[in-house]
């Protein structure tokens, strides 16, 4: 069992940044790879970014490469999310997720492919 809970979100204006954090429970952190995602109102959740249990490998949609950076901490059960340039279109709830894999340099775009899901946490980019 991993449980997750994020923070860092909050109110920004457009052009800004916020960094997410994503805390861990558990001793085998390190063979799950994790993933943010973000749900909008009356919109359907998608994926943000994700990266593999070993850090080397990460992936983005469209819409956040070059402005967002996935990293994770495992020797601090913590995955982030770095965030810069926001935009209006970014604003939504944003949830970590994660699944557990042998792969090491495996990471997952699909929302069905996560076993566990924090909370999430608010981000609002004001025009």
């Known amino acids: 069992q991993v449980q997750l809970v994020e923070s860092g979100g909050g109110l920004v204006q457009a052009g800004g940044s916020l960094r997410l954090s994503c805390a861990a429970s558990?001793?085998?952190?390190?063979?799950?790879?994790m993933g943010w995602f973000r749900q909008a109102p009356g919109k359907e959740r998608e994926f943000v970014a994700a990266i593999s249990w070993s850090g080397g490998s990460t992936n983005y949609a469209d819409s956040v490469k070059d402005r967002f950076t996935i990293s994770r901490d495992n020797a601090k059960n913590a995955v982030y999310l770095q965030m810069n340039s926001l935009k209006p279109e970014d604003t939504a709830v944003y949830y970590c997720a994660a699944r557990k894999t042998l792969v090491s340099g495996a990471y997952y775009r699909e929302s069905g492919d996560y076993d566990y899901w924090g909370q999430g946490t608010q981000v609002t980019v004001s025009s």
């Open positions: 558990g001793r085998t952190f390190t063979t799950y790879a």
